[in-house]
């Protein structure tokens, strides 16, 4: 489950559209623990400069992560935004979720702006389990707006 704020999700809205037509990313900070809800959204610029995919600027996301551990936080996922494609994973999405960089524990999250209005959709992805193709190892997980 993923748990997000108002505040969290505009801020989550104003990236999205701010990088517009390019995919906006950043990651999502919590207290530790599973599912604990979303204590901000961290903008992290997107190194590939692109509308149709995101590479976290690596120095971005050491600041974040740095950001992070100074508040007795931890970054527990990534979003992303979908200028022109609905709210799943990409087969390049599936690729970078499963290599070793990226925790198994993260919320993957994707916004879509590709129809009149924004939609947020989660994921999870079980390395291992993956299947680019099929997608299987894929789980969508509910996203819950307080
Ligand atoms: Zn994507």
Redesign the pocket.
């Known amino acids: 489950m993923l748990a997000v704020d108002r505040r969290t999700w505009l801020s989550i809205l104003a990236e999205a559209w701010r990088v517009y037509p390019e ?1 906006a990313c950043g990651v999502l900070v919590a207290r530790p623990g599973i599912d604990q809800p979303i204590v901000r959204f961290e903008p992290v610029a997107n190194a590939a400069a692109s509308s149709r995919v ?1 590479t976290l600027d690596p120095k971005g996301f050491m600041k974040a992560e740095r950001r992070a551990d100074d508040d007795g936080l931890e970054v527990v996922g990534v979003v ?1 935004s ?1 200028t022109h494609t609905a709210a799943y ?2 087969p ?2 599936v690729a970078e979720a499963t290599t070793p960089l990226v925790p198994p524990t993260w919320h993957w999250a ?1 916004v879509s702006l590709a129809w009149g209005f924004p939609e947020l959709r989660s994921f999870r992805v079980t390395p291992g389990e993956g299947d680019v193709d099929t997608l299987a190892g894929i789980a969508e997980e509910r996203v819950v707006l307080s």
């Open positions: 995919e995101f992303h979908h994973p990409s390049t999405d994707i």
